[in-house]
Structure formats: C-alpha cells, structure tokens
C-alpha cells in the first residue's frame, strides 16, 4: 500500500508539474501565415490520385513558404513530406500538424495494416523519431517490407496514421484520455473511410505507446458493421487502454499485446485515479496475465524499436497484420 500511495503521488505531482509544460508547449508550436490546408475530395478509390496530388502540392507550398518565414528545418521537414513518390491522405502543417501516409496500392490491397502512434509524434517528427524506424514513417516502412517479405502473394497496404493530436510526453495530455477520445473518433472515420475507399480489404490495427489508448477508445465506440472491417488489434508499448480487461473492449476480433523487456513502460504505474475532476492513467497493463489479451511476444524491444528491422515484434505484429495470428511466435 505505501508504495502504490507513493506511486500515485508522483503521478498527481506529474500532472501537476506537467500542466505548466502543455501550455508552454502549445503557445510555442503556433505556426500562422502558411497556405490553407487543401479541401478532402470524396475519399472514392477513383478519387484517390486528385487526393494524394492536391496534398503533395500543399506540402510543396507550405513547404516554400515556412523557407520564405525563415523557418529552414521545417522547410526541410515538409518538403521530404512533399516527395513525388509518397502518398498522403491527410496532411496539414498548422502546429504539430497532421499526416495520414500510404505504403502500397490501398484501392486493391486485401490486407490494410493501419498504424497508430504515440506521444511525441508530430510532422517534425513523422520521418525520425529517435531513431528512423520509431517514427511513423520509418515504423510504417520496416511494417511494409517485412509484410510483403511474409506474403509476396497477398496485395498489402500499410497506413502511417498520424491522424490525430498526439499528446508531448511532458504534459498533462499524456497522463488523461481527452486526446485519445478525440483521436478514437477520428480513427473510427479513417475506418469508414476506407471501407468505401475498398470494402474488399480486412483491416488491422497496430498501436504503439498512446496509440493503444486512441485505438481502445476507438474499438469501444465501434458498432458491429465497422467491427466487421477488422481482423485484429495489436498493441504494443502501452501505458493501458483505458479499460480494466480485453473484453471490455467489446472486441469481435482478436487482441494481441506486447512488451519488450527493455521497454521502461513496464515501470509506469499502470492505475487510473480520480484529479481535479479528470481521469489520470489508463488502467491496469494490458500485457497482465489477468487483462485476458492474447500475447505478442516482442522480444527485448525498448519503447521505440518495436518496428526494428529484423526483430521479434516487428515478426509478429506484421503477422497479425496479415490476418496470420497462428503464426505469432516466441523466436
């Protein structure tokens, strides 16, 4: 008992220290005088060349006119972004901005791997992230490769989904579910999306970090019709979904997690407790025995290399990707 009091009181004193970090953060990640982001045309697979070219043409923009404000490594940032051999659904570079990326043809693939991240993620960091395969990008990439090398018979698309305001690990967002309710409904549209873009393709959802806690609140407000999109959950990293069990998901299909041994997650006080009127934490560890989900063995991954080229994770969530769960293993 006097170590879980002592837990929670620095968690509280956390949130508390972290409320003064948010507001400095976001007063500092104000962006203003770049070009409107570009209208959404009808998300239609015919649709989807305008799309990915009206947003690769934003990108140049913004990405000429941060140059023109002075800003260098922003420029460089969106400009990479704007490549003519990458595909964006959404993208914006208001603040933190916003990027929904494509790997794959997503109008004919059969399997659609959809990628959630976690805190920290923002367009300055969508290509590298401590490393280049634990940003959305390179994560997304290292996924893709290790898809098509599993099954080279099977049309595979995967979806780097920074589609939502990803909290910074030194705020107050980052300990409550405000971002994540926010960023479940809007991963339950990009779900919707995609079934009228191709409603022939099952669809996984793969969450690092935050992003399991986006994508537990996503599945608990799904009705059965979206469910049925779906061939499985995989989380790994995760601070807690915001749920006491799996099956309080409400999940029709399998749910997997995974903790690396090195991933210092597992020192994070896995509770949720009332403060100042919000709900602080997530719940219990989703990769608890007792939680009741299927286990993802992911090796000695820390927090940021679970999509590591060649490791164990990087196996097995690409596994489940595929619809493949059987195959999951130790080594």
Sequence with gaps: MRAARIRL?????????????SVTAAAANTVTGLPAVPRNVALTAEDLPELYGENRSYLTRVAEAAGRMGDGERARVLAALASPDRDFLEVSADGDGRAVEVLGDLAKAQRIALLVPGSDTTV?????LGSRHGSVAGGSRALYAQMRAAAPATRVAVIGWYGYRAPRTKSRDTLTQDRAEEGGRLLRRQIHRLRRINPRASVALLCHSYGSVVCGDAVRGMDRSAQSTLTGLAVFGSPGMGVDSAA????SFPVWVGQGSRDWISNVPHAQYGFL?????????PASVGFGARPLPAGDSRHGDYLRPGGLALRNIALIGLDRGRQVSHG
Aim: charged share 20%.
């Design 277 to 285: 009127g919000e709900r602080v934490g997530f719940g219990p560890d």
């Design 248 to 251: 309080d998901l409400g999940a």
């Design 124 to 128: 300055d960091t969508f290509d590298h």
């Design 9 to 21: 009181g620095v968690l509280i004193a956390t949130v508390a220290g972290c409320i003064i970090a």
